[in-house]
Structure formats: structure tokens, C-alpha cells
């Protein structure tokens, strides 16, 4: 898909240019990276895999096109996609990523979903933020699960093309809002080991 070559045909355009975003990056990162086929809804985006020094290391991984929220310094996913997350790291005895790519913080930051995945059915390993705020964090009748940004590790920043791009997405997808943060992005994302 080429951003310039016609008309956004759906909404589900934006999702597709986060996807090309993370698995070019993986490339680079010597990653294999398999995709669903089709264009029908899948419950994930993708399987890196890298057998650099002998050592096989895979994770399946989602990729979110969405800015963090403003009033908390956080992101999440729908709870249903979270257990869909959950058994497919568990079946396969892998990690799970979310990748997301925010063109309001202009970067791409990820969660490694086990560090969060409790042993007992649906509990979880609980954190706190620096202001005392318990993640993860289930919202609106439990309809959405929250993570701190604190806990996201920095992938890369986002060129001005791809800003431009992703906001221009957000226009036609209606689903820009006006983003202004009552919090400091200094005090998030784990810069530490990177994928």
C-alpha cells in the first residue's frame, strides 16, 4: 500500500500503515516476520522470528494505531483482545507484543504482554505508577484494559512523513481528538533493552 497513490478506500488503512511501520522496523532488526493472510479480521498482526547465534526467538505480536489518552499516562486494548492475547501467548509458549504506534507522541513503543499476565485465570501482575495509579487498569464495565506508559519500552521515533500520514489517516477515520496531556512524557517509557 502507497499513502499517495489514491483514495483511502477504508478505515482500516491506518491500521495496515502501523502494521508496514512495525515490520519494516523488525526487518531491519534481522526479525522474519509472517502475517495473517487475507483482509478479514485476525486476532493478531504477526510472528517475528530470528535465529541469530543459534538461538530461536519468536513472539507473536498486535499492532495499535492510537494515540496514548490525555488524562492518564496510559494506552490499552479491549479486555476481549487481551484474553485473545493471553491464550495464544500461553498455547504457544511465546510472548506477546502490542506495538503502538502514536503519531501524538510521535513514536512507536511496545508492552511485552506476559510481564502483565498473572498465573491464576484472569489476575494480574499489578504495578503502580509514579502517582499511585494500580495497572492494569480495566475501564467502562471492564470493556478496556489499560497499561502504563511507564511500563512500554521506546521502539523509535516517527519521521514528519509518517505523523503527517498516520494524521491524515486519523482525519478520514474520524477519530482525532485534540491531544494535550495533563502528564510529563519524560517520566514514561523504559528505554532499556529495545527489541
Known sequence: MSFGEGVIKNKSEKGDYAEE???????????????????????????????????????????KSKAARNIYKDTGVDYKHYHHYKKMSEQFNCNFVIFFVDEELQMIYYLNLNKYIGTNGDNFKIYYDEDGIQYPKLENGNKYIYFSLENMKFMRNLSSEEIMKLKEYSKITKKSYKFNPTWDINTCFNKKKQI
Open 21 to 63: 511501520l512495525i515490520e519494516d522496523y523488525l526487518l531491519t532488526k534481522n526479525f522474519e516476520v509472517f502475517s495473517p493472510s487475507g483482509k478479514q479480521s485476525h486476532k493478531f498482526d504477526g510472528v517475528a522470528l530470528n535465529n541469530e547465534d543459534g538461538t530461536v526467538n519468536f513472539f507473536i505480536f498486535d499492532v
